[in-house]
C-alpha cells in the first residue's frame, strides 16, 4: 500500500479506481512517455489491473503485477532441479525423445492440414512447445559446465596429465637424440620440430583420451552404448599403460623405475575414480523413473551440475528477497521519519544516500574456506567454481605431492653422494677437495628446512586460489570491480577463448614460485653451513642485523617528533619541526643504503610468491614501456571469470527460466502490460535505479501526453454513452420479450418494437454524432437492426425454446452496435 501511494501520490484514505489516465500517469512518473503514448499498451495495463473503474487497491495491483506469470511453479526453487526441469517437468535427455515424438505429429499435421510447419508447432491445444536439442558437445563445454559431473572432468583431466607425463617418459626412451655437433642450425632445427611434436602428441592424446571418454558425462543425452564406450576405452587405457610400465622399466635405471612406478600409480588412481563416475553415470541412466523418486537413491543419481544449479536458483531466490527486504525497509524508514509536507520518494532516496551503503564484510581466506564447508556461499552468494579451477587446484596438489617425494629423496640422495665423494677425498688425502666438498649436515638441515618453508608456501598457494576466485566473483557484482566501465574490460570481451591458459599456467606458476622459495631459503642456509662461505655469511648476517637494529631505531625516534612537532599535515612546532627534520634528513643519507637491500629483499620474496599466482596482478598499471604491459597473465584469469559469471550468474539462471517458460507458452507468459507493471513496481521500490536507465524519450513533449488526454477522455465519454445506447437497446428488447413469443396475436407489438428501436438510434445520432460520416454510418445500423429484427422473428415464433432464439437476438444485436462503434472510430474497450 505504501508503494501504490508513492505511485499515484495520492492520500490512500481515499477510494482509487483503475483508469486509463492513472496508468499513464504512473508510466510518465517513471520516465516512459513512449509508453504512457501506446493506446494498446495502456488499455491492456488497465484489463489486467481488473479494468477501467475497478478499484485500486493490493489485490487488484498484485493481480496486475503476477497474472500473466502465474504459470511459474514457485516451490521449484527450493527444488533440487535444472531450470528446464522446473519448466518442462523432464530432463533434457527425455527432451529429445519428446522432439523426435513432437516432430512426428507435426509433420502429420503437415500431411493432413497442407499447413506449414510454422502454423503446424501452434496447433496443439495445450502450450508445451519443446526445444530443438542442438548437440554442442556439452560434455567438454568448460566455459559453460554443462556435463553431468565435475568430479568425473577433474579425474579424467588427472588422468589424461599423468598419461601425457607417462607417454612422453615413454617416447623420450624409445627415441634417440640426433647428434647436432654443436651446430646452431641444427640445434635450433631440432628444438622446434621436437616441440611441434610434443605439442602434436598432447593434442593427439587430448582427442583419443579427453573426447571419447567424455562420451559418457553428457548431461543432456544419456544413453548406454556411450557410456558403455567410455568404459571399455578407459580399461583399454589402462591396460596399454601398464604393458609399456612392463617393456619400459627393464631399460631404465633403478630411480627411474621408482619415478615410472610412481607415475603409474597415480595414472591408475585417476582412472579408477574416472572409471567409478562413469558407471555412476551409467547406473543412473539404467535406473527406472520409479526408482529415481526414492530419496536415498535421488541422492545417489543426482549429478554434481544438478545440485550446483540447484543451489544457484536458491542464491538468486535468497538475493531477490534480500534486496527486496531492504529497500522495503528503507521505504519503511523514510515514512517513519517523513515530516509535514515533506516528499516520501525523495526521503526515500535521501535514505539510500545516507544508509543504502550496507556493507558486510565478506571474502579472504577464512570467511570462504568456512562458507565452503558450510556450503553458504553457493546458496547465500551463487558462486559458481568453474571446473578449470578445480582440474588446476587437483593438479595443485599432485604437483606439490611429487615435489615433496622428489624434494626428500633428492636430499638425501644429495646427502649420500656428498658423503661418499668426502671419504673418497679422505682416502685420498685430499684437503682441498675436503674444504670444498660440504658435509652431510650441510645438505640435509639446509635443505629440509628450505624445502618445509617451500612446501608451506606452496600449499598457501594453493589455499588461496579459491578465496580470491570468490572475492573477485563478489567484487565485480558489487561494483566495487568497476567491470563494464574498466578500461580493459574491451581487453577481456576481445579474448574469451585465452581462459584455456589459466590452468597450465597455475601448475607451472606453483612450480616456479617453488623453485625460487627453495632456492632462496635452501640457497641462504647451504652458505651458512658451508664451511668456505660460512665466515662471509656471519659478517653479512652480523652486519644486516646491526643496521637492521639502527633503522628501527630511527624509526622509533623518527615516531617521538613527529608526534610532538605534527598534526596532520602541518607542523605544531615549526621550529622544533625543522631542527629535527634536518637532523632526521642527514642521518638518513647513511642508512638509505639499508633501505634500498630492504627494498630489493621485499620485492625478491614477493616475487617468488607471486610469480606462482596468475589470480592478481604483481606490477602496476603503471609499469609498462612504451605501452607494453609486463604482466598480462591474470586478465586471462579474471575473463575466465567473467565467462562463467556471465553463464552462471544466479540472476542469469533465473532468466533462462523465466525464457524457457516463455518459449513453451509463447504469448500467454509475460505479457507487455504485465511486464510495464513490473517495470512501475520496480522502479518505486527502487527510485535510485532511474539513473541507469536509458533516457531515449527526451523528445516527447508534454503537449503530446496532454493531446493523447483529450483523445482518451473523448473516447471514456463516447463508450460512456454508447453503453447507454446498448443497455437501452437490450432493456427494449426485454420489456417486447413476451409480446414477441406472442408474435400472432400482437403484431401490433413487432412495428411499436420496431419504431421503438428507430426511435433509440435517432436519440442516439443526436447524442454523439457530430460528423455527417457517423450519420450516414448510423443510418445503415437503423437497417441492420430492423433486418436483424425481421430475421429473427419468424425463428422466435416457432422456436419451443423462445427464451434461447430472444437471447441469441439481443446478441447479435449488441454486436451491429460494437461493429458501429468500431466503424465511426470509437475505440473504446468492449
Known amino acids: ?151 568425473f572432468v577433474i579425474f579424467l583431466f588427472t588422468f589424461y596429465t599423468i598419461s601425457a607425463i607417462f607417454l612422453v617418459f615413454v617416447l623420450n626412451d624409445r627415441v634417440k637424440d640426433s647428434d647436432c655437433n654443436g651446430d646452431f642450425l641444427c640445434l635450433l632445427g631440432k628444438t622446434i620440430i621436437d616441440w611441434l611434436i610434443f605439442a602434436a602428441v598432447l593434442i593427439a592424446s587430448g582427442f583419443i583420451i579427453i573426447l571419447p571418454i567424455s562420451l559418457g558425462n553428457n548431461a543432456h543425452s544419456l544413453r548406454i552404448l556411450p557410456s558403455l564406450f567410455s568404459i571399455a576405452l578407459l580399461v583399454v587405457y589402462i591396460y596399454l599403460s ?59 543419481m543426482l549429478s554434481s551440475n544438478t545440485l550446483r544449479t540447484a543451489k544457484q536458483k536458491k542464491a538468486a531466490t535468497n538475493k531477490i528477497n534480500l534486496m527486496i527486504e531492504n529497500a522495503y ?8 521519519s517523513l515530516l509535514d509536507g515533506a516528499n516520501a520518494e525523495h526521503q526515500t532516496i535521501l535514505n539510500f544516500v545516507v544508509n543504502g551503503e550496507k556493507q558486510v564484510r565478506c571474502g579472504g581466506l577464512i570467511w570462504t574456506w568456512k562458507g565452503l564447508l558450510k556450503k553458504t556461499i553457493f546458496s547465500d552468494e551463487g ?76 600449499l598457501l598457494l594453493i589455499l588461496v586460489y579459491v578465496p580470491t576466485t570468490a572475492a573477485m566473483v563478489l567484487k565485480f557484482r558489487s561494483g566495487v570491480l568497476p567491470s563494464l566501465h574498466d578500461p580493459y574490460f574491451k581487453r577481456f570481451r576481445k579474448c574469451p577463448d585465452a581462459i584455456y591458459f589459466n590452468s597450465g599456467n597455475m601448475i607451472y606458476g606453483l612450480v616456479g614460485s617453488s623453485s625460487l622459495f627453495f632456492f632462496i631459503f635452501a640457497g641462504l642456509l647451504f652458505l651458512v653451513a658451508w664451511e668456505p662461505t660460512r665466515p662471509a655469511m656471519i659478517a653479512v648476517i652480523g652486519w644486516g642485523l646491526g643496521l637492521t ?4 631505531l630511527k624509526m622509533l625516534i623518527t615516531g617521538c617528533f613527529r608526534s610532538r612537532n605534527h598534526k596532520g ?59 607494453y604491459r609486463f604482466d598480462t597473465v591474470p586478465h586471462k584469469f579474471v575473463t575466465e571469470i567473467l565467462v562463467h559469471d556471465a553463464h552462471r550468474h544466479p540472476y542469469i539462471e533465473r532468466m533462462g527460466a523465466m525464457y524457457l517458460m516463455r518459449y513453451k507458452y509463447g504469448e500467454n507468459f509475460s505479457s507487455d502490460a504485465g511486464a510495464a507493471w513490473r517495470r512501475i513496481f520496480i522502479s518505486t521500490l527502487f527510485p535510485w535505479v532511474l539513473k541507469y536507465k536509458e533516457h531515449v524519450e527526451e523528445n516527447i513533449e508534454d503537449d503530446q501526453l496532454l493531446k493523447k488526454e483529450e483523445e482518451s477522455a473523448k473516447r471514456r465519454e463516447a463508450k460512456a454513452k454508447l453503453d447507454v445506447f446498448r443497455s437501452s ?20 407489438y413487432v412495428a411499436v418494437f420496431k419504431k421503438e428501436l428507430l426511435d433509440l438510434v435517432d436519440e442516439h445520432l443526436k447524442d454523439v454524432s457530430e460528423r455527417e460520416a457517423e450519420e ?55
Open 329 to 336: 525497509q528503507l521505504h519503511l524508514n523514510a515514512e517513519k
Open 569 to 627: 599535515l602541518y607542523r605544531t612546532r615549526p621550529g622544533a619541526a625543522n631542527l629535527s627534520s634536518l637532523a632526521l634528513e642527514c642521518w638518513h643519507l647513511g642508512l638509505a643504503g639499508g633501505v634500498l637491500l630492504g627494498r630489493l629483499t621485499q620485492f625478491l620474496l614477493a616475487m617468488a610468491f607471486w610469480i606462482g599466482r596468475i589470480d592478481s596482478v604483481l606490477l602496476s598499471d603503471e609499469v609498462d614501456m612504451l605501452g
Open 729 to 748: 437497446l437490450f432493456t427494449k428488447v426485454e420489456e417486447h420479450e413476451e409480446e414477441l413469443h406472442k408474435m400472432e396475436e400482437g403484431q401490433e
Open 1 to 151: 500500500m505504501m508503494l501504490m501511494q508513492r505511485l499515484v501520490s495520492h492520500n490512500f484514505r481515499k477510494k482509487i479506481t483503475v483508469s486509463e489516465h492513472l496508468v499513464r500517469s504512473m508510466l510518465v512518473r517513471i520516465g516512459e512517455k513512449r509508453s504512457a503514448l501506446d493506446d494498446e499498451l495502456v488499455s491492456s495495463m488497465v484489463e489486467a489491473a481488473g479494468g477501467e473503474g475497478a478499484l485500486l487497491n493490493e489485490l487488484s495491483f498484485a493481480r496486475a503485477l503476477t497474472a500473466d506469470v502465474e504459470a511459474w511453479p514457485l516451490e521449484c526453487e527450493d527444488n533440487k532441479t535444472t531450470s528446464f526441469y522446473d519448466v518442462y517437468g523432464f530432463t533434457e535427455n527425455e527432451c529429445i525423445k519428446q522432439r523426435k515424438k513432437k516432430t512426428k505429429e507435426e509433420r502429420k499435421v503437415v500431411r493432413d492440414t497442407g499447413d506449414d510447419l510454422e502454423g503446424a508447432q501452434n496447433y496443439e491445444n495445450l502450450p508445451s512447445r519443446i526445444p530443438r536439442y542442438k548437440n554442442t558437445l556439452s560434455y567438454i563445454d568448460y566455459a559453460a559446465d554443462t556435463f553431468q559431473s565435475t568430479m
Open 242 to 300: 601398464d604393458l609399456a610400465l612392463d617393456t619400459m622399466t627393464g631399460n631404465s635405471l633403478n630411480m627411474e623405475q621408482n619415478y615410472m612406478m610412481l607415475l603409474w600409480t597415480a595414472m591408475t588412481v585417476a582412472a579408477c575414480l574416472t572409471l567409478f563416475t562413469l558407471l555412476k553415470n551409467l547406473l543412473a541412466t539404467l535406473t527406472p523413473d520409479k526408482l529415481r523418486k526414492n530419496m536415498f537413491l535421488k541422492q545417489i
Open 549 to 552: 637494529i639502527t633503522v628501527v
Open 383 to 458: 558462486v559458481w567454481f568453474h571446473a578449470r579451477l578445480m582440474i588446476a587446484q587437483t593438479m595443485q596438489v599432485i604437483v606439490s605431492v611429487l615435489i615433496g617425494i622428489f624434494w626428500y629423496e633428492g636430499t638425501f640422495a644429495l646427502a649420500d653422494k656428498v658423503e661418499k665423494d668426502r671419504l673418497k677425498a679422505e682416502e685420498e688425502g685430499n684437503k682441498f677437495a675436503l674444504g670444498l666438498i660440504p658435509t652431510r649436515g650441510a645438505i640435509v638441515y639446509p635443505f629440509m628446512i628450505g624445502g618445509i618453508i617451500t612446501l608451506s608456501f606452496m
Open 776 to 830: 450516414a454510418q448510423l443510418v445503415v445500423l437503423k437497417d441492420k437492426l430492423i433486418a436483424k429484427v425481421d430475421e429473427h422473428l419468424e425463428d422466435i415464433h416457432k422456436a419451443e425454446d423462445k427464451a434461447a432464439v430472444t437471447a441469441k437476438l439481443k446478441t447479435e444485436l449488441m454486436d451491429k452496435v460494437d461493429t458501429h462503434a468500431r466503424t465511426i472510430g470509437l475505440r473504446a474497450s468492449f
